[in-house]
């Protein structure tokens, strides 16, 4: 796949992620693409792999799970109109078709550590165990700055995310950039998103514009409020730490969840340490009722 259409289509996922519940038609996408939109339409899934439809109406589903199980305040009404929805009903639907359950069952529903599809991985399973009992560090509530940032994309919660953090230190070494503060931003939750579904964004700050884009694009890591948690271990530990922080620490917080992304600040990342070691800063977007 050509780098221009690579970088094009950064674009366009960056500017559905920035607010997902906003209106997204195809013919704004196309612009931001710079293409036809039949154009558009054929490129997007030779680049991502599902249909725009499929992406935005996925994304939208795993951003209203979040809400509806971390947010209980927020009504299922209001939950569809920030996903999109202009009515209950087809919000329903669309749930329910991608998670066999209503919205207002799945508010309702325990998940049993069974039905976490992360726990299908072997070192994440041993990691959920070696965890378990571990006390969740107190997190500092600050106000962040955004973050300006080069990024490669990648989908899947996995190993081969060490691919993709090698292509961006050979980029930074080529352009003569910084590459000692990584970011790693989060779009899924593993606790029900099949782990090689699971979209990851590898980020490196940078104070001057990418020159040329193309597997390498830039982005703004957006700011606020957030929960900072330093979460350290040894990989297969990360991701039941971040659901602890999920399913424990928030619904107990007094806040409610960010509609940004979350994300870590690696000061050890595991996925270019020898040792496999992290020792990082979980950024969790929150907000007040």
């Excluded at 209503?102 to 599809?117: I, L, S, V, Y």
């Excluded at 917080?253 to 340490?273: D, Q």
């Excluded at 992290?278 to 977007?285: A, K, M, N, T």
């Amino acid at each position: 796949m050509h780098a221009q259409h690579i970088s094009r289509i950064n674009d366009v996922l960056y500017f559905i992620h920035k607010d997902i519940s906003r209106d997204l038609p195809a013919k704004e996408l196309a612009r931001v693409a710079a293409y036809s939109e039949q154009h558009f339409h054929r490129i997007f899934k030779a680049v991502v792999g599902e249909s725009l439809h499929q992406y935005v109406r996925r994304t939208r589903m795993e951003f209203a799970a979040n809400q509806l199980m971390f947010d209980p305040k927020t009504s299922v009404v209001d939950v569809a109109s920030k996903c999109g929805f202009s009515s209950v009903s087809s919000f329903s639907r669309a749930f329910k078709a991608t998670f066999n359950v209503a919205p207002g069952e799945w508010r309702k529903h325990e998940f049993d550590d069974g039905e976490k599809p992360y726990l299908r991985d072997p070192e994440v399973a041993a990691g959920y165990h070696r965890v378990a009992g571990q006390i969740l560090p107190e997190p500092k509530i600050i106000e962040v700055p955004d973050r300006f940032a080069a990024y490669v994309r990648h989908t899947g919660y996995n190993r081969s995310i060490k691919n993709t953090w090698r292509l961006l230190r050979a980029w930074a070494k080529t352009e003569g950039r910084d590459f000692s503060a990584q970011f790693g931003l989060h779009h899924s939750n593993p606790a029900w998103v099949e782990l090689d579904k699971c979209r990851y964004v590898a980020c490196i700050a940078i104070d001057s514009p990418v020159k040329v884009r193309g597997v390498v694009n830039q982005l703004v890591i957006p700011g606020g409020l957030h929960a900072v948690f330093r979460l350290t271990g040894v990989y297969g530990e990360l991701l039941p730490q971040i659901s602890k922080v999920l399913e424990q620490w928030l619904p107990s917080s007094g806040f409610k969840l960010g509609a940004t992304p979350a994300y870590v600040h690696y000061h050890r990342n595991h996925f270019i340490e020898e040792d496999e070691r992290f020792e990082l800063d979980f950024y969790l977007p929150i907000g007040f009722y």
